[in-house]
C-alpha cells in the first residue's frame, strides 16, 4: 500500500513540462564550439589528452567516450600570431607565490557550467579555469596597458581599477598603465591619465568610477586605431552587457588587424544581467544597501493608518535587485519585476491585495523594479520610445505610475483614506564604494583579468562560474541576458516568503492579455530550460 502523501507544495499542478531533451548539447552549436577553438591552448598535441579535451561530439566516433564533454576556449593571440614567443612567468620567482602548492592553473583544469548533474547526464559545457599560466607571452617591459570603464556606475569599480593596476605592477612589474577617460569615447577623445600603485592607491575607498564612464561613442574603428597609435598592447574594458558588446567589436578588429594586443572584458552591471557568470561585482553592496530604502518606507507606513509604501529599486529587463533585496528583508508585502507582468485590477490583482493586507496589518510595502510593468505603463500612458545614448530603451517611471494609480483606486473608488510614501533611492544604491565581500571579488575579477592578458588569452571576460573564476568568450556573454527565471526556485521562494498573488489568474477583462503573455513566457522557459 502506498502510505506516501504528497506535499502540499505540489498542489495542483499544471500539466507537465514536456520532457527537456536528453542531448543538452543541442543548445551548443558546432559552430560555437569551435569559433574560438585554438589547439595550443587546449593540448591537442597530447595524444592522451586530446581525445577527451577535443570536443568531442564531432571529434570521437566511439560513443564509449563520448560523455559530451565540450570547453569553450577562449581566443588566444598565437590564434593569429602563431609565430609569438613565451616567456617564463615570473611569478614563479614571487614570493608571494613561494610556497604555493601549485602556482600555476593547470591547462587542463576547466570549470563546468553545469554543476547539478545525473549519473548518466551528458558532461557539458566547460569553461577554462582562471589564473596564472606557467607561460607569459609578454615581458614586463613590454606591456603597455590601459583600462577603460563604459557604461552606469555599479560599486566596485573604483577596486577593480586599482587591483588591475596593482596586479600589473606588483606580480608583473608592469609600469605603463594608461587610464582611458569617459568611457569608449574617451579613447580617441581625452587625453590619457599616467595609471601606478600610487595613484590608485586610495580609490577603491570611493563609490562611482576614478577613470569616468560614459554611454554612446562606440567607434570601433577610431577605438582601434587610437590603440595602435598608442602602442597599447593590453585593453581592459569594465562595463556591462552593452560594453561587452562593445569589447567583442575592438577584439574581432584587432584580430582582423593582427595586432598584438590582447582584450579583456571585466563584467559590470548593477542590474546582474550578465549571463554565465555566478553574479555581477557590486550586486551584493547595492541589495544592502537597499534595504535602508526598504526600512524606511516600512518604518513610515507600520506609523500611519493605511500605510503604502513603494520602494522602486534599479533592474531595467532583470528583477534580481529588486528580487534579492525582497527577500533579504521580510518586509516586503510584494515584489514587481520585469520577468512577471502584473495587472491591477480585479480578481488576482494588486489593488485587490493592498486592500486584503491593510485589513490584515493596516500597511503593506511594495518593491517594483524600474522595468516593471512597462508594457503595461505604455498601454496606458502613450508611451514614448526614447533611447540613452548607448540604445538602451529609456524607462517609463513605474513607481511614479503605480503611486498614482493606487491613490486614485483607494481615494476615488473605494473611498478609503491612504497614506502614501514613494522612496526612490535609485542612484543611492549603486553610487556607494563597494562592500568587503564585493571588494574581494574584484581583487580576483582583477587578478584573473591580468593573468589572463599576460598568458597571451584575449576576446575573454572573467567572472565566477559555479563559485570557480573561469575565462569565458566574450561573444557567450553577450548571446542572451541574465533575467530572473519565474520557473526557477528562487521566485517561487520569493513567491512564498511574502504570499503575494502570482498574477497568473486572469481573464481579458482584467488584463487578461498581459496574464497570457506570462503563460507563454513561463511555457516557452519549460521547454528551453534543462
Ligand atoms: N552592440 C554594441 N556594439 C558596440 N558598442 C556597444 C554596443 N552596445 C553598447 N555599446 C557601447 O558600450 C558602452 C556601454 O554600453 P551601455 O549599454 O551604456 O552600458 P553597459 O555596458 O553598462 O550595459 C557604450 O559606450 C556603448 O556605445
Ligand atoms: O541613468 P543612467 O546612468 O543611464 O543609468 C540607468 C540605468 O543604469 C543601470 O543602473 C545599469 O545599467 P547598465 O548596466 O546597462 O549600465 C540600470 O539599472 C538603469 O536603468
Ligand atoms: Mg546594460
Redesign the pocket.
Same mark, same amino acid.
Given at each position: 500500500m502506498d502510505l506516501s502523501i504528497s506535499s502540499p507544495l505540489c498542489g495542483p499542478s499544471p500539466a507537465a513540462p514536456a520532457p527537456a531533451p536528453t542531448s543538452t548539447l543541442i543548445l551548443y552549436p558546432k559552430s560555437q564550439i569551435f569559433r574560438s577553438f585554438n589547439p595550443r591552448n587546449s593540448y591537442l598535441s597530447n595524444p592522451l589528452l586530446s581525445r577527451r579535451y577535443f570536443p568531442i561530439r564531432a571529434q570521437v566516433s566511439d560513443p564509449a567516450v563520448d560523455d559530451g564533454f565540450v570547453i569553450d576556449d577562449v581566443p588566444h593571440l598565437t590564434t593569429f600570431l602563431p609565430d609569438l614567443p613565451s616567456y617564463p612567468n615570473p611569478l614563479q620567482n614571487s614570493q608571494a607565490y613561494a610556497i604555493v602548492k601549485q602556482t600555476f592553473v593547470r591547462p587542463e583544469d576547466v570549470v563546468a557550467q553545469k554543476i547539478v548533474v545525473q549519473r548518466d547526464s551528458s558532461r557539458g559545457k566547460h569553461f577554462l579555469r582562471a589564473g596564472p599560466r606557467e607561460k607569459v607571452y609578454f615581458t614586463s617591459e613590454e606591456v603597455r596597458a590601459c583600462i577603460v570603464t563604459?557604461?552606469?556606475l555599479?560599486p566596485g569599480i573604483n577596486t577593480v581599477i586599482r587591483e588591475i593596476v596593482c596586479g600589473l605592477n606588483y606580480m608583473y612589474g608592469v609600469n605603463d598603465i594608461l587610464g582611458i577617460q569617459g568611457?569608449?569615447?574617451g579613447f580617441y577623445s581625452k587625453n590619457t591619465l599616467t595609471l601606478t600603485p600610487k595613484v590608485v592607491n586610495d580609490i577603491h575607498k570611493r563609490g562611482g568610477t576614478f577613470l569616468l564612464?560614459?554611454? #554612446? *561613442?562606440?567607434d $570601433?574603428q577610431k577605438i582601434v586605431d587610437n590603440i595602435q597609435d598608442r602602442g597599447i598592447n593590453q585593453v581592459y574594458i569594465i #562595463? *556591462?552587457?552593452? $560594453?561587452?558588446?562593445?569589447a567583442?567589436?575592438i577584439f574581432e578588429e584587432v584580430e582582423k588587424r593582427g595586432l598584438k594586443v590582447a582584450v579583456a572584458g571585466i563584467p559590470?552591471?548593477i542590474d546582474n544581467?550578465i549571463a554565465v557568470i555566478d553574479k555581477s561585482f557590486g550586486f551584493d553592496t547595492a541589495v544592502e544597501e537597499a534595504q535602508r530604502a526598504i526600512n524606511a518606507a516600512h518604518v513610515e507606513v507600520e506609523s500611519v493608518e493605511n500605510g503604502i509604501g513603494i520602494v522602486k529599486l534599479m533592474g531595467r529587463y532583470s528583477g534580481f535587485i529588486a528580487m534579492f533585496a525582497t527577500l533579504a528583508s521580510r518586509d516586503v508585502d510584494c515584489c514587481l519585476i520585469p520577468e512577471s507582468p502584473f495587472y491591477l485590477e480585479g480578481k488576482g490583482g494588486l489593488f485587490e491585495f493592498i486592500e486584503e493586507r491593510l485589513k490584515e496589518n493596516g500597511h503593506i510595502v511594495i518593491v517594483v523594479a524600474e522595468g516593471a510593468g512597462q508594457e503595461y505603463l505604455a498601454q496606458s500612458m502613450q508611451g514614448i520610445d526614447e533611447k540613452?545614448?548607448?540604445?538602451?530603451r529609456l524607462l517609463l517611471d513605474v513607481g511614479l505610475w503605480l503611486t498614482q494609480n493606487i491613490k486614485d483606486h483607494f481615494t476615488k473608488e473605494r473611498k478609503m483614506a491612504i497614506n502614501m510614501k514613494y522612496i526612490d533611492p535609485t542612484y543611492m544604491i549603486r553610487a556607494i564604494p563597494s562592500n568587503a565581500s564585493d571588494n574581494i571579488y574584484c581583487t580576483l575579477l582583477a587578478q584573473s583579468a591580468v593573468h589572463g592578458a599576460m598568458a597571451g588569452y584575449t576576446g575573454f571576460t572573467v567572472g565566477p562560474v559555479n563559485s570557480r573564476h573561469a575565462y569565458i568568450p566574450i561573444s557567450h556573454v553577450?548571446e542572451t541576458q541574465n533575467t530572473v527565471k519565474l520557473t526557477d526556485r528562487m521566485w517561487a521562494r520569493l513567491l512564498a516568503s511574502t504570499n503575494q498573488p502570482s498574477f497568473l489568474n486572469c481573464d481579458e477583462s482584467r488584463g487578461g492579455k498581459v496574464c497570457k503573455d506570462t503563460i507563454d513566457l513561463i511555457n516557452n522557459m519549460k521547454i528551453t530550460s534543462i
Open positions: 563604459c557604461g552606469g555599479c568611457g569608449y569615447r564612464t560614459s554611454r #554612446g *561613442g562606440h $570601433t #562595463g *556591462g552587457d552593452g $560594453t561587452q558588446r562593445g567583442a567589436r559590470k552591471t544581467d540613452d545614448a548607448s540604445g538602451n553577450t
